[in-house]
């Protein structure tokens, strides 16, 4: 008979071989880098964060069986058991975490705050998943709390600023992989870019502003142009731009909300000289360097056979499992679904529903040229908030090949995130939203009686 310790094995194997790749597609850190080490040392040594990975394991091969057939019906009752005393033990463990981190205060260590802080965000990513309500909003608060402390004790810095991270990773370094892996700076690394990420996206149906959206403005603006940051992009498989766009559009949306509700204009402090014309600007300088580096990239291909040998084998011996190399060429479409669904979400916000209709409704059409690209499964799962948003713009005539698109996630499509995002665009097309002025993309994730976070 096996013991706890061997299904927690197998479970923790399942993450790493098919549950994390097919959730992460485009995360592939170098060989040199450790490349995924950090998982499962991460889950072996934090129980709050191992008992996290064996609750979404379950939820995962519960939802995307394995075989499907009776002997999985059977078996997914069962592993719902799982999931609800993994989650309980992972909460428990969280909430004793929290305690001594602020029970310690300025001497809490770094590593400790890095050990939370995973925990916290893989709850954040289970909870949408597993629970219709909003608690998903309690770990994102608490998630980017914990980080902004961690950014002010030990980033050196007393403003969200990119510095403070770069801080926090050299205070990190540790020796060569496989010989001391770096556990915690490759779970920083990870699970720091993923939050900026989750609270931008997150201010889109909370209707307030990102308190992270600094951070990104930072990270983005006080590097060269020619070499900013992918932080976001090694994870989303879209340029980090992309995601500071749609974050000032929030946080724009958020401030005239405020100004209408209290009936006075309230200061915009957040990032100075934030204004509409900012935006444009930024969302038409960022699809002109897309476009620039992706005609240089086709005249001078990658030669991934020279530049990452040892991946070109695996890769074309089959060996890889979930860590397959993305081309620009894929980056590129990525990139420009998420960037055509900001251009959607500026328009709906700065001139209204409808108002700017034909515009709105070219990007619908570009965004679903690039979906058709993509054939991945695990990629398109990545994409249900561009394909949400666009798709509750989408014109009759357009619809039909948008369903197909959600078609293709196959197996995925039973997952909470995908689910989702299908019944808020047919129940807006359902209801005909005639009203462009008190009607928005913020409506829309709020339509189904909760807000929904499309992560």
Known sequence: MSTRSDINMGLLMGYMDYVFPALFPFYNPSILEGGRSWLPILATTNSGFGNSIISLTSYFFSIVPVVPGLDHDKCSTKTWEEVRNQI???????????????????????????????????????????????????????????????????????????????????????????????????????????????????????????????????????????????????????????????GEV??????EKENERTGRESSFDLIPHIDVHTIEVRWQEGMKRLYLHQQYESSSPADIKSTRPLEYILRNSDCTYGLRWCSSETRYTITSVWAQAARVYTLSVFHGWWARESQISNCVEETLKHLDRITSPAQLRTLVWPICVTGCLAREEQRTKLLSILSKTG?????????????????????????????????????????????
């Open 411 to 455: 197996a995925l499509g039973a997952l909470r995130s995908v689910r989702e995002a299908l019944e808020i665009i047919q129940k807006v097309w359902g209801q005909q939203p005639d009203d462009g002025y008190t009607w928005d993309v913020a409506s829309c994730l709020r339509c189904l009686g909760h807000r929904v976070l499309l992560v």
């Open 250 to 255: 929030a946080a724009f949306d958020a401030w």
């Open 88 to 246: 309980e033990l992972a909460l428990n463990n969280v909430q004793h975490d929290v305690a001594i981190w602020q029970s310690r205060g300025t001497d809490t260590s770094l590593r400790d705050g890095v050990n939370l802080l995973a925990t916290i965000v893989q709850l954040l990513h289970i909870a949408p998943e597993i629970f219709t309500s909003c608690q998903w909003q309690v770990h994102l608060k608490a998630a980017v709390a914990l980080f902004q402390q961690m950014l002010k004790h030990h980033g050196q810095s007393s403003v969200m600023s990119g510095q403070g991270i770069e801080v926090i990773m050299k205070d990190l370094v540790g020796g060569a992989p496989f010989i001391t892996p770096v556990v915690e700076r490759g779970a920083f690394s990870f699970f720091s870019s993923l939050l900026i990420m989750d609270d931008i996206i997150a201010s889109t149906c909370l209707e307030k502003p990102s308190e992270l959206l600094p951070l990104l403005h930072d990270l983005q603006t006080s590097s060269p142009k020619a070499d900013p940051p992918r932080r976001l992009e090694e994870i989303t498989g879209c340029q980090d731009w992309v995601f500071l766009v749609i």
